[in-house]
């Protein structure tokens, strides 16, 4: 892909008159058939930053705030169904292979419909909705994290040593900060990763 194909794709979408678009980087597994065979002329790191960040810039001229690291919508058209798991609420899965987080326990049913159906119980999977998976998906979002909801949420202010490390990150580009929170840019999105590494 190059950036005038993407454009081209974009205007194509935009003229189908969507309210919410999802844009994904290709990521290429190790081990896969796909990895093995990778076709010749993908973009390297630094030329899929570039798109990325292209596609960024292009959807927002064409009326799609980005509200996720990959998902751009028009006003009032987020995805419910995805900031429930972003934001750390509850949710209830039902039926065979489905997961749930319900008071920050985890549980699933297993992947067999006769027991489903035979009333077997879900089986536990741990605890969820702690310190660090909040800041791992509400970082996903660019309404990031606000301090206030994370001290309600956890019972103590957000740690002290995580606020220095946010200005180091807030001057290299990477991330917004203001008194009442942070989240991270599109450049900071490109490496989430590693800031996450850093905070978690």
């Not at 979408?13 to 597994?29: F, G």
Request: proline letters at 6%.
């Amino acid at each position: 892909q190059t950036a005038d194909s993407m454009l081209r794709s974009i205007d194509f979408l935009c003229r189908m008159e969507p309210s919410h678009i999802s844009a994904y980087l290709l990521k290429i597994e190790p081990g896969t058939p796909f990895a093995k065979h990778t076709p010749e002329g993908l973009p390297d790191g630094d030329q899929a930053a570039g798109l990325y960040l292209s596609c960024v810039e292009a959807l927002a001229q064409r009326g799609f705030a980005q509200y996720e690291i990959s998902n751009f919508a028009k006003e009032g058209r987020a995805s419910r169904h995805n900031l429930k798991y972003w934001r750390g609420g509850d949710y209830l899965g039902l039926g065979p292979a489905a997961h749930s987080l319900v008071d920050r326990r985890r549980f699933y049913f297993p992947r067999d419909l006769a027991a489903y159906m035979a009333g077997k119980p879900p089986v536990a999977d741990g605890d969820g909705g702690g310190e660090e998976e909040y800041i791992l998906l509400r970082l996903r979002l660019t309404e990031g994290i606000r301090f206030a909801d994370y001290a309600a949420r956890f019972g103590h202010p957000f740690p002290d040593g995580l606020r220095k490390k946010l200005v180091r990150l807030a001057d290299g580009g990477y991330l917004r900060l203001w008194e009442e929170g942070f989240s991270l840019t599109p450049q900071g999105f490109l490496v989430s990763n590693a800031i996450l590494a850093e905070l978690i």
